[in-house]
């Protein structure tokens, strides 16, 4: 299995831009989960879903901030309009957890730069 | 709310070491607790999830333990190489949710 993909691998924008990160579970999962991680904050959950339905968005930050799923090979995170605090790597991560031996199958990320 | 610690929060040993990382967590209410490894520049590995009805797990060099009560996880890295440098995380996933808590990680370096 080719694992969890992120596009792009690298994004840098200006301030006030659209930007938009994309993610591909791994095949058969139906849990897929969206963090973002800055040295400051650590590693923090934005949303959630199941089986392509949005369970959990508490952790995401603002309403410039929004998530979609919409069939089970694809989701993205938009952010629009962008500000350079948003700079960090944000990571995609899928699971099957009745049947995997782990319940967390990270992306290598996407790494958000804001000028 | 939930928060995970970790302690230390860098370390380096040389090269055959047995060491022992620390993660604590403040609500004992947790469904499971999973180590990851992260190397610089990618994604995290899972390297050990244990239950909440577990005691610890073990893969190879790595034995983790787990101690609800206490709100406490060891990992146990023995004999430790330079190829373990990188960043270890642990997680708490909450009871009743598929939401994780990340501790703030323990940078190791092993020293060859």
């Known amino acids: 299995d080719a694992g969890v993909i992120q596009s792009p691998r690298h994004e840098v924008t200006e301030m006030g831009q659209e930007v938009t990160l994309r993610c591909k579970p791994i095949?058969?999962?139906?849990?897929l989960f969206w963090y973002r991680q800055t040295m400051m904050r650590g590693l923090e959950l934005l949303i959630y879903?199941?089986?392509?339905?949005?369970?959990?968005d508490s952790g995401m930050p603002e309403d410039r901030f929004s998530a979609k799923m919409p069939n089970a090979s694809f989701s993205t995170l938009k952010i629009q309009p962008s500000e350079p605090r948003d700079s960090a790597v944000y990571f995609c991560?899928?699971?099957?957890?009745?049947?995997?031996?782990?319940?967390?199958?990270f992306g290598p990320g996407t790494r958000l730069t804001v000028t | 709310k939930q928060e995970v610690t970790q302690i230390p929060a860098a370390l380096s040993v040389p090269e055959g070491e047995n060491l022992v990382l620390n993660c604590s967590f403040t609500d004992s209410a947790i469904y499971n607790l999973q180590w990851f490894r992260q190397d610089p520049g990618k994604g995290l590995t899972s390297l050990l999830l244990?239950?909440?009805?577990?005691r610890e797990q073990t893969s190879g060099r790595l034995n983790a333990s787990l101690d609800k009560s206490s709100g406490r996880s060891t990992l146990y890295i023995a004999a430790s190489q330079p190829g373990d440098s990188a960043t270890y995380l642990c997680?708490?996933?909450?009871?009743?949710?598929?939401?994780?808590?990340f501790g703030t990680g323990t940078r190791l370096k092993v020293l060859a």
């Open positions: 095949s058969g999962h139906d849990y």
């Open positions: 879903f199941n089986n392509n339905v949005p369970i959990d």
């Open positions: 991560a899928s699971s099957r957890p009745l049947v995997s031996r782990y319940e967390q199958y």
């Open positions: 244990i239950q909440s009805s577990q």
């Open positions: 997680a708490v996933r909450e009871k009743g949710t598929y939401k994780y808590i």
